[in-house]
T-cell receptor, first 116, second 112 residues
Framework: EAGVTQFPSHSVIEKGQTVTLRCDPISGHDNLYWYRRVMGKEIKFLLHFVKESKQDESGMPNNRFLAERTGGTYSTLKVQPAELEDSGVYFC??????????????FGEGSRLTVL | DQQVKQNSPSLSVQEGRISILNCDYTNSMFDYFLWYKKYPAEGPTFLISISSIKDKNEDGRFTVFLNKSAKHLSLHIVPSQPGDSAVYFCAASDFGNEKLTFGTGTRLTIIP
């Protein structure tokens, strides 16, 4: 069974440019999460999809970040325009079913974003 | 404000000895706790969890202890092996909330 896959693994862009990160969750997983780790700090929650619906986007830093999940399958996270403080590793995770709590999540390898 | 704290950024332990990683939390609503392990250039992988109705959960060489009154949990690895060298993240959640709150991680190095 394929795990969570993320693309690109590393992206280097100039401040003001746009970047789109993609996540393909484990097949059949309704829950999809985006997290971010900045500068070796904690892994911070960004948002949570249940199928194609945004369940919780309380962690999104500002309106420069836009997440979508087309048809409840893969998800994209767009940063436009990118700022220096957006640099970090963006992790996608998925989990099956609707359990009413966050438990064991399956993480992808992450997309490292460097904004120059 | 950080609700889950791992105050030791790094820890070195001799192979074969016990590794003890600590985690403190401040949110009394948390009732489920997890440890994740992360190797370089990989995503975190689930290691072990504990519900607040328990004070101990064991899985092979890994044991997690929970002290609710102190809002403290610890992960014990015994015996430690070189493959255990990784960054360990403590995480917590509360029922009805679908997100995990993570700590900053502790880098464990097992010395052969």
């Amino acid at each position: 069974e394929a795990g969570v896959t993320q693309f690109p693994s590393h992206s280097v862009i100039e401040k003001g440019q746009t970047v789109t990160l993609r996540c393909d969750p484990i097949s059949g997983h309704d829950n999809l999460y985006w997290y971010r780790r900045v500068m070796g700090k904690e892994i911070k929650f960004l948002l949570h999809f249940v199928k194609e619906s945004k369940q919780d986007e309380s962690g999104m830093p500002n309106n420069r970040f836009l997440a979508e999940r087309t048809g409840g399958t893969y998800s994209t996270l767009k940063v436009q325009p990118a700022e220096l403080e957006d640099s970090g590793v963006y992790f996608c995770a998925s989990s099956p079913g609707d359990r009413g709590r966050a438990g064991e999540l399956f993480f992808g390898e992450g997309s490292r974003l460097t904004v120059l | 404000d950080q609700q889950v704290k791992q105050n030791s950024p790094s820890l070195s332990v001799q192979e074969g000895r016990i590794s003890i990683l600590n985690c403190d939390y401040t949110n009394s609503m948390f009732d489920y706790f997890l440890w994740y392990k992360k190797y370089p250039a990989e995503g975190p992988t689930f290691l072990i969890s504990i519900s607040s109705i328990k004070d101990k959960n064991e899985d092979g060489r890994f044991t997690v202890f929970l002290n609710k009154s102190a809002k403290h949990l610890s992960l014990h690895i015994v015996p430690s092996q070189p493959g255990d060298s990784a960054v360990y993240f403590c995480a917590a959640s509360d029922f009805g909330n679908e997100k995990l709150t993570f700590g900053t991680g502790t880098r464990l190095t097992i010395i052969p």
